[in-house]
């Protein structure tokens, strides 16, 4: 069954050589109890370590079943450990923080015996040894002959072929030692025994065969035995641990110490809590700013004029730093001529533009020079008004009656293309106070400012008698209506060929094109940031721009000036320029006169001003179009601010999280020292040094995400009295908000770093001894 042959074993303390055992060679039968007498030192235990696995031979052979050991690797001595091998030992070497039926059952769990026969296997060890009553409790429960029954229990619950017993009643008394001889002497029935004692009356009375031992040597054998020379089938299962196993071992030692984990989970804690901390007021400031900069940027869009400045053209001028040796003058244009660049406007970039991602622009506003024919019954007759917001009493404002339409353009476009989430220009910036948002085109709303006055030139341009400080209600506005003339019915030719404003406006207002616009409401700015989106007075859609340059683009008027060089209603000559302004006025030219795109963000500015310049790569120089970033010049100061304060921030945290990490690895390497005899039972029972490695980091795990989960609750619980004391102070509410995936995040960052602290210390402990480590205290 078991040989030992010509088995060396020394120590070198210095200069001192120990012979533990010295040339020695013995059988043992497959069932026997043997005894092992001895003085202290004389290389008892060293033997009783080599059987077992725990200690290695220097010279000679183990032979198992005939099998030789001196090819077996430290899997396999693990293996044979767990297999063939139960150890009963003199202190007991319970895992103090499991409970009797999992320290029983921890040899199976590492064999990878299934539950439920794990659990039956360990009562009957239990009930075997006399400890049916007690196989619920806890070590702590015990008294030291019932512990040792449970050491027993365990050694033989995986059912081994070999029991090793070292000093077994060594601490105990003798009443309780007769009956622990009892029981060892029972099991030897059914296996191999050996048993190392310094009491030669327990050995006498209850061991089949003695062996007396002195300086490593063999002096005595009662009952010698000759190993046949056969070899037997003898298999190795390799043992595992598994990750829950190593959870559970680490997981019930820390609850052990509930004050100790506390104190390691909150210092562990507080750069998690830092961190989160600065990345809840960095995230609520990065929103109040993304807020503020998303309204301000609604009166600053990016802008498309007809004529726009190229500023490439500006950074490529001519060198003015080093002076000319040239004897002439040369005339040439000034830069900021050269770079006045004659932007196409054509139907292509409109459709392109309208293909821009709502995600990305959440409105484009294309206002178009057309005049609006605007006529109002005033005292129950008709009169040209307008939307302007000039003075009217200073003569400039109708320019006469002719130019009604042209000065009647004023007041405020705003765009009509709706976010992704269905919200208008409007009802995203704008409050209604009276009346409703615009549902149609013909639809016209009244601008106030924050404190509800309104250009009182609008009022008058209207037809409205006001004056300076005159209040009106609500319903004295809503409802009011305008009449949209086309210009067919506002313009009469005459004789002359020339055209003028219809005497007769009662006809033109009754005239079947013609269109009522309505004040449907009076609307404010939502936020203070917001604050010239839209002038003080009227406001209209881009849409209706559009219907009255359809409208009016094949009148005859237009046709008539599209035909002739001079102003057709002055009949005054007129240069290409103040031509082409008269037909844009009259609605003869469907080029707008300017675009105005709000990106959904400020962040998202980037991605609008990418697909503009897309469509300049894609086209030569003079088809490009050139663009006027107002947000730019805010976006390069405030860009990457708040994001640098965080990092410095979350820098300055991040060096509590290296001062935790080492913390963990120190008090990792205490509870390797506070555990080293736990290392070894585990070892003796067949755990593999990845086995030792994996308890000790399940338990900087638990730390780890123990630690993570605390930190992020504080940080949460502390948002509360921060937002509190900001809202006193900066009058921001809600500002600290911590974000759930940065929650996710730093919970995992946690985790890593405790386990990196602690896995140098776990490596050490599967290194250890496992001979060592049981006999430490």
Avoid: C
Avoid at 379 to 390: D, E, I
């Amino acid at each position: 069954m078991l040989e030992l042959k010509h088995i060396k074993k020394y120590y070198h303390v210095g200069d001192t050589l120990t012979k533990a055992q010295d040339d020695v060679s013995v059988a043992f039968r497959k069932q026997e109890f043997v005894a092992i007498l001895g003085p202290s030192g004389s290389g008892k235990t060293t033997m009783l370590n080599i059987i077992g696995g725990l200690d290695r031979y220097d010279s000679g052979d183990l032979l198992i079943k005939g099998r030789s050991t001196k090819d077996f690797k430290d899997a396999d001595w693990d293996a044979y450990r767990n297999n063939s091998v139960g150890f009963i030992f003199q202190s007991y070497n319970l895992i103090t923080h499991l409970s009797i039926m999992e320290n029983v059952e921890m040899g199976m769990t590492l064999s990878g015996v299934p539950a439920a026969e794990k659990k039956k296997r360990a009562e009957d060890a239990l009930i075997r040894v006399g400890l049916k009553d007690h196989m619920h409790k806890q070590p702590s429960q015990l008294s030291g002959g019932q512990m040792q029954r449970v050491a027993i229990a365990r050694a033989i619950a995986n059912d081994p072929e070999i029991l090793l017993a070292d000093e077994p009643t060594g601490a105990l008394d003798s009443e309780t030692s007769e009956e622990i001889m009892q029981l060892i002497q029972d099991l030897s029935r059914e296996r191999l025994v050996i048993m190392v004692t310094h009491n030669p009356d327990l050995a006498k009375k209850y061991a089949d065969r003695v062996i007396n031992f002195a300086d490593g040597k063999i002096m005595h054998d009662s009952h010698p035995h000759v190993e046949a020379a056969k070899a037997e089938a003898f298999e190795l299962k390799r043992t595992k641990m598994s990750y829950l196993t190593a959870l559970k071992l680490s997981w019930t030692n820390i609850r052990t110490k509930k004050g100790r984990t506390f104190l390691t989970v909150f210092a562990s804690s507080i750069g998690i809590i830092g961190i989160a901390v600065v990345l809840a007021l960095s995230n609520g400031f990065q929103k109040q700013i993304d807020k503020t900069q998303s309204e301000a940027m609604a009166s600053m869009p990016v802008t498309i004029s007809q004529t726009g400045t190229d500023t490439n053209s500006l950074m490529t001028g001519t060198d003015t730093k080093t002076f000319s040796k040239a004897d002439h003058v040369t005339a040439e244009k000034s830069a900021a001529d050269k770079a006045q660049h004659t932007n196409k406007l054509s139907r292509a970039y409109l459709d392109y533009l309208d293909k821009m991602p709502t995600g990305d622009a959440r409105n484009i506003a294309v206002s178009y020079g057309t005049g609006m024919n605007l006529i109002r019954q005033v005292n129950g007759k008709y009169k040209a008004v307008s939307f302007s917001t000039a003075n009217p009493d200073s003569g400039s404002a109708d320019y006469g009656s002719m130019m009604a339409a042209s000065t009647g353009v004023g007041g405020a476009v705003y765009p009509v293309r709706r976010t992704s989430s269905g919200k208008t220009f409007l009802q995203t910036y704008y409050k209604v106070l009276a009346g409703r948002y615009p549902q149609k085109s013909t639809d016209i709303v009244l601008v106030v400012d924050k404190k509800n006055t309104v250009n009182i030139n609008a009022l008058k341009n209207l037809g409205i008698t006001v004056k300076e400080g005159q209040k009106f209600n609500y319903n004295d506005l809503i409802g009011t209506t305008v009449k949209l003339v086309t210009n067919d019915n506002y313009y009469m030719k005459l004789p002359t060929g020339t055209y003028l404003p219809n005497q007769d406006l009662s006809s033109a207002a009754a005239a079947p094109s013609t269109k009522t616009l309505t004040v449907a409401g009076i609307v404010r700015v939502k936020s203070k940031n917001s604050d010239g989106l839209l002038a003080s007075g009227i406001a209209y859609s881009s849409a209706l721009t559009k219907q009255v340059l359809n409208d009016n683009k094949d009148s005859a008027i237009v046709a008539a000036q599209k035909a002739s060089q001079t102003n057709v209603m002055t009949g005054q000559p007129m240069d290409q320029a103040t031509r082409s302004a008269m037909l844009t006025t009259l609605g003869g030219t469907s080029t707008p006169i300017s675009i105005q795109i709000y990106p959904t963000t400020f962040k998202l500015k980037d991605k609008v001003l990418s697909y503009l310049d897309k469509w300049n790569k894609d086209h030569k120089q003079a088809d490009k179009v050139i663009y006027t970033d107002l947000a730019g010049t805010v976006s390069d100061m405030t860009g990457g601010l708040m994001d640098a304060i965080t990092y410095v921030l979350v820098a300055f945290a991040a060096i509590s999280l290296v001062t935790s990490m080492i913390m963990i690895a120190i008090l990792t390497y205490t509870s390797v020292i506070e555990r080293t005899k736990e290392i070894g039972v585990l070892k003796a029972l067949g755990a593999r040094k990845k086995d030792i490695t994996r308890v000790f980091d399940a338990e900087t795990f638990i730390l780890g995400i123990g630690a993570g989960l605390f930190g992020i609750v504080v940080a949460w619980a502390l948002t509360f009295p921060i937002n509190v004391v900001l809202e006193n102070v900066t009058g921001l509410a809600g500002v600290a908000v911590l974000n759930p995936v940065h929650a996710v995040i730093l919970v995992i960052i946690s985790t890593v770093l405790t386990l990196l602290g602690g896995h140098v210390p776990a490596r050490m402990a599967a290194k250890k001894d496992a001979a060592i480590a049981l006999r430490s205290e």
